[in-house]
């Protein structure tokens, strides 16, 4: 028993003085060093000279599903959105529209791109039309979009109700602005940076509302349409890596493709189909 | 235990838990802590990593590491900091010119002398190229800079300009050791030792982790995230109202500005980590916990080709957002003056809030009190796409939020006329609270005098659009959306005013429907 005490007594003694000897811990307590390092101007690449890329060509192709889809779910039936209910889904029930497969079991919305311009490719300039991204029974129009990152999109609502949109890109700022009723004008959203993935946007007042936008420092990206075609036209005459990408597909980080090759003929053309497996998509 | 810090006084230590010991043995057990737990205000301090990093270590430990190194070589440790010129970080720098050099000994002279006794800051040497050496001591009186030993003098002539730097960024390390640490975490990642006794309540404000470099209670238009170093300065100084953040208004200006850059500098250390795993993403386990397919040739694209190219991109974005953040371009500042606060404007404002136009009420409430009706929709993680498990709001760290109760008086971001209207017009970063800038600045301020009125007057009007009388508001206490009747009633389609047409002159107060008109639709 007493050698018990003995020992805890010794133990405090020792912390103590261990304490005091190094200043109880030393290490946060001691004066911290600064070592400076500059900041790098710039980061080569490791481009030597560039060749001018001479002439451009188109591809196009589809993207479809092997197997049935499931049904989408229905997020909202008609009329019955428990608030809001006379805007939303008041025409059409809102369903999810994560993955919609058409005709002949193409996928709709997949985004293809080009992730960076390939070096000596001349750039078109942006369009100066602004890109519209509207919203109607409290979905948004459309689903998916490309613009390019210099690129004004307005942000319009058909509905009588206040929306918010809430965007999440991955280099630019994000913004979160009101969108009050009726706003035929439009609220412009400029991303001003490159994405490298499409990223989400959605109103938080309405969960189910979700989109997806990539904005591109080049005009080399689309989206497939209703029955999983698509066409990309003035594409560099080169060999180009292809980005194929898609919401449902998150096991992968959104990629169906990460490095599709293909080569694009001057003046020509060349096609890409592909198809994708269920499991592809998490289902 | 992936905690901001590593304790020496953890849970196992606590020796009230031990029930077996004597009364004696206890008393002395305490007293053997004693040292560790009253002296010990300081922890054996080191940054931790993401929580992701140890998953990427599982499939690709190349990545983890240049992960690690490059945020050691850029940042340092708590104990051995780096100033990283890339960054817009005042890390304290002051010029000077060396008169003469003998040995490890320099006679310089500088433009100003260092506020405090210079330990262990770097030295920049401007010669033709640039050596970096680092002081031990500055005799003022002497004008004498003692380098540290290197196994080479350093070759300067008289005239040679250089650089001190650091003194700051070690006074704010210091300070927020004593300050912060306990709740926002050496790292800066909120997960001091005393954040999981703030983390039990669902609603209750998790300490800020900087790590995602956004901060809620700004003074910058919508879109810029990052916040101005006087927006910390308030925050510091103020506390932020009906949270566990306290006021430092004791502080002095001097060891607040060190405070301010230090969290800077953990906050973009953070991103610049973060923007990296994104980058990095591709080589994280699958869902099933698998490798990624082409393993090989994605860690050698994206954890060595493309790295630092990875880096330079990470660092030139988190400088950019800090840097417009302080351009004065960004501030929001009301064009007009505050509108008298009568009660023909908060009868406007209160219109307006109720009004499905804009929909404030459809979060905060018909009352105000932050119970309404979109707080019982499930959310999707933004960086999943999975639905979150409950209903209800969640800010940028996935933690459950409350819209304002505004009947309470408190607000986190000021409650200066000023305050509210920034956050009406920007909104609240990393929260769901959007900006509503598109509504005209007039609508603003009439907003920003209802919503200030709501503490005085309640809400004007109860659920039923009866009129308050004499701020009688007994529902006032009750801060939890799920414990209100008018939370229950938000759900029935039958009640709800703000589903018919909006479209009556602005300056009469908006009512509910009888029952009967309702019960014709």
């Not at chain 1, 992730?115 to 409290?138: L, R």
């Not at chain 2, 916990?289 to 790295?307: I, Y």
């Not at chain 2, 939020?401 to 309470?408: C, V």
Request: glycine share 8%; charged share 25%; proline share 7%.
């Amino acid at each position: 028993m007493t050698s018990v005490v003995r020992a805890i007594a010794a133990t405090a003694i020792a912390t103590a003085s261990l304490g005091l000897l190094t200043g109880c811990g030393g290490g946060a307590s001691a004066t911290p060093t600064v070592t400076y390092k500059a900041g790098d101007k710039s980061v080569d690449t490791g481009g030597g000279p560039v060749t001018q890329i001479d002439g451009t060509g188109t591809l196009s192709g589809t993207i479809r599903l092997v197997g049935t889809a499931p049904t989408p779910e229905v997020f909202v039936a008609k009329g019955t959105a428990k608030r809001d209910t006379n805007v939303c889904g008041a025409e059409v029930a809102i369903i999810d529209q994560s993955l919609q497969v058409g005709e002949g079991n193409g996928i709709a919305n997949v985004f293809i791109y080009i992730d960076k311009a390939p070096p000596g490719a001349p750039i078109p300039a942006a369009p100066t039309a602004p890109a519209v991204f509207d919203q109607k029974g409290c979905v948004f129009l459309p689903h998916a979009m490309v613009v390019r990152s210099s690129q004004t999109v307005l942000i319009k609502s058909q509905d009588n109700a206040g929306h918010n949109t809430h965007t999440y890109p991955g280099r630019s700022r994000s913004f979160n602005g009101a969108i009050k009723a009726l706003e035929r004008d439009g609220v412009p959203l400029i991303y001003n940076k490159h994405e490298r993935t499409p990223f989400p946007v959605k109103c938080d007042m309405h969960s189910w509302m979700q989109a997806f936008h990539l904005a591109l420092d080049h005009p080399w990206g689309t989206i497939t349409r209703a029955d999983g075609s698509f066409e990309l036209k003035g594409l560099p005459a080169t060999e180009l890596t292809l980005r194929v990408w898609h919401e449902k597909a998150g096991g992968r980080g959104g990629f169906l493709e990460r490095k599709l090759k293909v080569t694009i003929p001057k003046d020509g053309s060349a096609t890409v189909d592909k198809e994708f497996q269920l499991s592809d998509f998490g289902l | 235990m992936t905690s901001g810090s590593r304790l020496t006084c953890g849970p196992g230590s606590d020796p009230a838990e031990d029930n077996t010991l004597t009364t004696r043995h206890s008393i002395l057990r305490l007293l053997a802590l004693l040292p560790l737990v009253v002296g010990c205000a300081d922890y054996q301090a080191e940054f931790v990593n993401d929580e992701r990093v140890a998953a990427l270590e599982t499939t690709s430990s190349v990545a983890a590491t240049n992960l690690t190194n490059s945020l050691n070589t850029h940042f340092g440790t708590p104990n051995a900091l780096v100033a990283w010129g890339a960054l817009p970080i005042e890390f304290g720098e002051i010029s000077g010119t060396v008169l003469s050099a003998t040995g490890n000994s320099l006679r310089v002279s500088l433009e100003s002398d260092p506020p405090t006794a210079l330990n262990h800051v770097a030295v920049v040497l401007e010669t033709k190229t640039p050596q970096n050496r680092m002081a031990s001591s500055y005799d003022a009186d002497t004008r004498i800079l003692t380098l540290t030993e290197q196994e080479a003098a350093p070759a300067v002539t008289p005239g040679t300009p250089l650089r001190l730097i650091g003194h700051k960024l070690q006074a704010g390390r210091r300070l927020y050791m004593r300050h912060c640490m306990h709740c926002h975490g050496v790292t800066g990642d909120g997960n001091g030792p005393t954040a999981r006794y703030i983390r039990n309540h669902r609603f209750n404000p998790l300490p800020r982790d900087y790590r995602r470099g956004l901060f809620k209670f700004t003074s910058t238009k919508n879109g810029f995230y990052a916040a101005r170093r006087d927006d910390l300065r308030r925050t510091i100084k103020q506390g932020l109202a009906g949270t566990y953040m306290p006021s430092f208004l004791l502080l002095e200006p001097d060891e607040l500005d060190a405070i301010i850059e230090f969290v800077r500098f953990l906050a973009m250390r953070g991103e610049i980590e973060r923007r990296l795993l994104t980058h990095l993403a591709p080589l994280m386990p699958t869902d099933d916990g698998n490798p990624p397919r082409d393993l090989q040739s994605l860690e050698k694209e994206l954890a060595v080709d493309t790295f630092n190219e990875a880096l330079a991109d990470a660092a030139s974005l988190v400088a950019e957002n800090w840097t417009s953040a302080e351009d004065p371009e960004n501030l929001v500042i009301p064009t007009t003056a505050r509108l008298p606060d009568d009660e023909k404007s908060r009868l406007k404002g209160r219109n307006l809030f109720i009004s499905t136009k804009i929909n404030c009420a459809k979060c905060h409430g018909e009352g105000g009190r932050g119970n309404g009706g979109f707080l019982k929709d499930i959310q999707k993680n933004p960086e999943t796409q999975q639905n979150y498990p409950t209903p209800g709001l969640r800010d940028a760290w996935h933690k459950m939020i409350q819209p304002r109760n505004l009947t309470s008086g408190i607000y986190r971001g000021g409650r200066r006329p000023l305050d509210v209207y920034r956050r009406v017009t920007a909104g609240i970063k990393a929260t769901p609270m959007a900006g509503f800038a598109t509504v005209p600045e007039t609508d603003r301020w009439h907003i920003v005098n209802y919503v200030l009125s709501i503490p005085i007057d309640g809400a004007f009007f109860d659920e039923h659009g009866h009129q308050y009388h004499g701020g009688d508001d007994s529902h006032a206490d009750h801060d939890h959306p799920h414990d209100h009747e008018a939370d229950k009633s938000d759900d029935k389609p039958d009640d709800k005013p703000d589903d018919k047409p909006d479209d009556k002159p602005d300056d009469k107060p908006e009512t509910t429907q009888p029952k009967s008109a309702k019960d014709k639709k």
